[in-house]
């Protein structure tokens, strides 16, 4: 399977390209292009001495379209997306109109018009806010929990505080749709969810100082409205390793639904689980 990973240099492109380098084996591929952002200097980026990838900035993808062909001939060729939420939605316009599935782990962006995109194309892909996959399950027992119980916590307030690097622009989508099926739930939660991006704040919680450049730290908080029941949900992850290795199993899962038949499909990471 070749993967092309964009988003170099870009810290979690970069945990993708290791592990395909370095775990890959023979089923993983490191495709010699990629998509990068208008402000990237460079046009090369070295994973190892003996090789590198060419970057593709904007507007130069038509320079490359020779490259992606000779890929796309050997048809086991898929798109990564760990970009920039402004450049989600037309990167996946450009993976659906060249014919190239796609697991893309950028969150924000237009999903609506994401997932609108790929039903109207021949291609499928996976789409998540988050990869790594023991938080996903989590999630989905929240979602589960929602489901079958729904209102058992009426009269709770929940607050939530998420913790990311820096470099992290938009709001937790993991911390979003958890806090969405616990307003099934019957929790008020009002304007309660806090994002931590200050490294000092950071390190005063606990998060190990060499983790600071990459971690996702969530905690919720749920409280009666008499103060006489607390709960709390935490699910900390340090360093970017989990989610680079959801990632490959995407990929794995993305390539079966693929050869089964599958197109115009979007599937998520709880999809990814169950297969």
């Known amino acids: 399977m070749k993967v092309m990973v964009n988003g170099l240099p870009g810290k979690m492109a970069k945990a993708v390209v290791e592990i395909i380098v370095h775990r890959g084996g023979p089923v993983f591929q490191l495709a010699h292009i990629a998509l990068t952002g208008p402000n990237v200097p460079d046009n090369y980026y070295p994973y190892s001495p003996r090789g590198g990838v060419d970057l593709m900035h904007p507007g130069e993808v038509e320079k490359f379209l020779p490259e992606i062909n000779e890929y796309l001939k050997k048809r086991d060729f898929f798109a990564v997306d760990y970009t920039q939420p402004a450049a989600s939605t ?4 450009l993976y659906c109109q060249l014919g190239i599935p796609f697991v893309m782990g950028t969150t924000g962006g237009d999903r609506e018009r994401i997932v609108e995109l790929v039903k109207q194309s021949g291609i499928s ?3 998540a806010p988050n990869m790594a996959a023991q938080v996903v399950a989590f999630q989905a027992m929240m979602e589960y929990a929602a489901k079958t119980f729904p209102g058992a916590f009426e009269g709770f307030a929940l607050s939530i505080t998420e913790s990311h690097q820096q470099g992290k622009a938009d709001t937790s989508g993991t911390a979003k749709a958890v806090m969405a099926s616990l307003e099934k739930l019957g929790v008020t939660t009002g304007d309660r969810l806090r994002m931590v991006r200050d490294p000092e704040e950071q390190l005063a919680m606990g998060i190990p100082p060499q983790f600071i450049g990459g971690h996702g730290w969530h905690e919720y908080r749920l409280a009666s409205r008499d103060g006489t029941v607390a709960l709390k949900f935490v699910h900390n992850v340090s360093g970017r390793l ?3 290795a959801g990632t490959l199993k995407a990929l794995f899962f993305l390539e079966k639904k ?11 990471m709880i999809d990814v689980l169950k297969g």
């Not at 693929?258 to 998520?268: H, L, M, P, T, W």
């Open 90 to 93: 037309r990167n996946a316009e």
């Open 125 to 127: 892909a996976v789409v």
């Open 242 to 244: 989990p989610y680079a």
């Open 258 to 268: 693929i050869a089964e038949g599958s197109r115009g499909e979007v599937f998520s």
